[in-house]
């Protein structure tokens, strides 16, 4: 019976290790490569290809050759450029953000053009309108600008003449952080009205490293009529067989739509008066395709003779800093923008976290230090809770003795060994069950903590103290290599080879905690239990360093208080106090 209870302890084990790669996200890097140099996008890419057949319009007979011109813009958080052909904001670098921690490092860079890469952009224009046959400016087009620059006080104006009466124009504006303003205008100086669809394109032309998790949410992602949808890629490539299949698709009174990655997001925001469809759309092969999400007036837009319609709307390109958000959502009045941050179903507990750790920050000036100060007040505010736990635990405790004598004289039948048992904790008044009840309410509280932890910008490239230099990788030390001494990279052969300094701590503190803790199991679960802290050390090796730290001094904290209630409850039992838990 031990031998099977064995077996079966050790099988759940290998379930959590190896199933910790599907719900716990990995600390790869998701930053985009390294910003390469400024270059001209060339026509005739398969990119613009995928942006006409979405248009609807075709291409000229003769793409253009030759490189594309460029008008290039800066502001205190971006620099870039935007092409003239086809009026496509296809170069974003964030020059508050770094590659890695090197200060000589490339800056991040979101959006680059269709020869880079990793291509990706946002494209500006017109659809036809059912039964319309118009010339509109399409992926090849050659747009005119005023200006031979864009940063917050000089916006550009791009121009277009079809030669048929129609003259297309796109004002940009850099207005904010990481925030474009967009007014199209068209012009029609023809005999008779005209109707075009006027749509914003967010396309990203590669497949993605990482394409989510349980814990980040990552892909497609808009707010349709007040609710949030986040699609992924893996459904947006389904039926991609068919050359016109949708994955996603609504209409919506105002919102936005984009493509988010765990601390980026690229995402167009229409006139909140304007109605509007929203689409994901992929196209291609599964490796090179075209991951596009599109926001397109709902309906044609009608233009009398010698008229003009202006549409306006606006492209967030930029880091998802969760004040910034806010402040967009509340005085720019775009719906439920901060939730382009994955906070998760536990959004009244995840997002309060971090506005107390934010605040916390602000105040001492290092995040690990606000982090320890962040745990500590948890600990209080849930201290009735968990020392309601302990304290069943170390009743448990005092009665493992009993216990164990009644294990050796009933081992052989199982049944009457149980019975006696629970007739021992009737009689002694103490609940077994105690000590887990208060941890179906301290859960939800870790598990939020570590989400934030997780989804939040502001932990990225963050210091601690000493070797830890961004709380948001994991521990740069390894046992395996000596901690440097040997020039060696252990996870070359496997990332389970990742045991640094602040994992061996935590694997500590999780033997020191058992041992308060497992002398009431029988001899097989602690002999599986024994294995536990070794599991966990190397489980949590590949998390970031913030997220060791924070559970190392959670167990710290724990330990003593455990110790204390412990103390407590002996010095009642020598008194000959009856040890109880809940009623009588």
């Not at 550009?156 to 009466?165: E, M």
């Amino acid at each position: 019976m031990e031998i099977k209870r064995t077996l079966i302890a050790l099988a759940l084990a290998a379930a959590v290790l190896f199933g910790f790669d599907y719900f716990v996200p990995k600390p790869a890097d998701k930053t985009p490569p390294a910003a390469t140099k400024m270059v001209d996008a060339k026509g005739g890419d398969k990119a613009s290809e995928g942006a006409q057949r979405a248009t609807g319009v075709s291409a000229p007979a003769v793409a253009p050759s030759g490189p594309a011109r460029r008008v290039t813009f800066t502001s205190p958080a971006m620099t870039g450029s935007v092409s003239l052909r086809g009026a496509r904001i296809d170069d974003v670098s964030l020059t508050q953000y770094r590659e890695t921690l090197d200060k000589n490092s490339p800056h991040v860079r979101l959006l680059e053009s269709a020869d880079g890469k990793r291509p990706g952009f946002i494209e500006i224009g017109w659809r036809q309108a059912s039964g319309e046959a118009l010339k509109l400016p399409n992926a090849q087009t050659e747009w005119t600008g005023d200006s031979s620059r864009l940063d917050p006080d000089h916006p550009l104006t791009l121009r277009w003449d079809n030669g048929a009466g129609l003259i297309f124009s796109i004002k940009i504006s850099l207005s904010r952080k990481y925030l474009f303003s967009i007014a199209q205008t068209v012009e029609n100086n023809t005999g008779h009205a005209v109707s075009v669809v006027p749509f914003t394109r967010t396309e990203r032309d590669y497949k993605p490293d990482d394409e989510g998790s349980f814990i980040v949410h990552e892909g497609p992602i808009a707010v349709v009529n007040d609710r949030l949808n986040e699609g992924s890629y893996r459904d947006m490539r389904k039926g991609v067989e068919n050359p016109d299949h949708v994955a996603w698709a609504a209409d919506s009174h105002g919102g936005w739509a984009g493509i988010t990655d765990k601390y980026w997001l690229t995402a167009a925001i229409p006139d909140q008066k304007d109605d509007v469809a929203v689409r994901y759309q992929f196209q291609g092969e599964e490796e090179g395709g075209e991951y596009a999400v599109d926001v397109a007036a709902a309906r044609p837009v009608m233009i009398a003779p010698h008229q003009s319609n202006l549409r306006s709307s606006a492209v967030f390109v930029g880091a998802k800093e969760v004040t910034l958000l806010d402040d967009y959502t509340n005085q720019l009045h775009i719906p439920y923008f901060y939730k382009a941050v994955d906070f998760g179903w536990f959004a009244f507990l995840t997002r309060p976290m971090f506005h107390v750790l934010h605040w916390l920050f602000g105040l001492v000036g290092n995040f690990g230090i606000a982090l320890l100060i962040m745990t500590l007040i948890i600990k209080v505010i849930l201290y009735p809770l968990a020392t309601k736990s302990f304290a069943s635990m170390a009743r448990m405790r005092v009665l493992a003795p009993k216990i164990q004598a009644i294990r050796e004289s009933s081992k052989d039948d199982q049944m009457a060994m149980n019975q006696k048992i629970m007739t021992l904790y009737k009689e002694e008044g103490v609940n077994p069950a105690g000590g887990c009840l208060p941890l179906l309410v301290q859960a939800p509280v870790a598990f939020c903590l570590y989400k934030v932890l997780n989804i939040t910008i502001e932990m990225r490239h963050a210091p601690f103290f000493g070797w830890v230099r961004d709380l948001s990788a994991p521990d740069p030390t390894n046992i395996f290599n000596l901690f440097g001494l040997i020039p060696f990279n252990p996870t070359m052969i496997t990332p389970m080879l990742q045991v640094g300094i602040w994992p061996l701590l935590f694997g500590i503190t999780i033997w020191l905690m058992q041992k308060q803790s497992t002398v009431t199991m029988d001899p097989t679960q602690q002999r599986v239990m024994q294995f536990m802290p070794v599991l966990y050390t190397f489980l949590l090796g590949r998390l970031s360093a913030g997220i060791v730290i924070y559970y190392t001094w959670n167990n710290i904290l724990s330990y003593f208080q455990q110790r204390i209630i412990q103390a407590r409850v002996d010095a009642a039992a020598k008194r000959g106090k009856r040890v109880k838990t809940g009623k009588k």
